[in-house]
């Protein structure tokens, strides 16, 4: 029996904060759908914090965790 190796070519992750707007667009929903995914802990790929004093949610969606959940991967514009 023998075994194959498969190697897999990651993209460049850099960390960066894909917009909510771009994932939206990949994702071809409306941008408050992914932000009410986010809140409600349903999309896997980000986190939405709301600051105790604030009605407002700040959002984080490292390039490689969106990639990982939903294939969506633009590298950084130089």
């Known amino acids: 029996m023998s075994q194959?190796?498969?190697?897999?070519?990651?993209?460049?992750?850099?960390?960066?904060n894909v917009p909510i707007?771009?994932?939206?667009?990949?994702?071809?929903?409306?941008?408050?759908?992914?932000?009410v995914?986010?809140?409600q802990g349903i999309?896997?790929?980000?986190y939405a914090?709301?600051?105790d004093d604030s009605n407002e949610y700040n959002y984080y969606c490292p390039d490689r965790k969106v990639w990982e959940?939903?294939?969506y991967f633009q590298p950084e514009a130089v």
């Open 49 to 51: 914090i709301k600051l």
């Open 21 to 35: 707007i771009e994932i939206a667009k990949a994702m071809h929903k409306d941008a408050q759908y992914v932000r």
């Open 69 to 71: 959940e939903i294939g």
């Open 4 to 16: 194959e190796k498969v190697y897999l070519e990651l993209p460049p992750f850099t960390g960066r």
């Open 37 to 39: 995914g986010l809140q």
């Open 43 to 46: 999309f896997r790929f980000g």
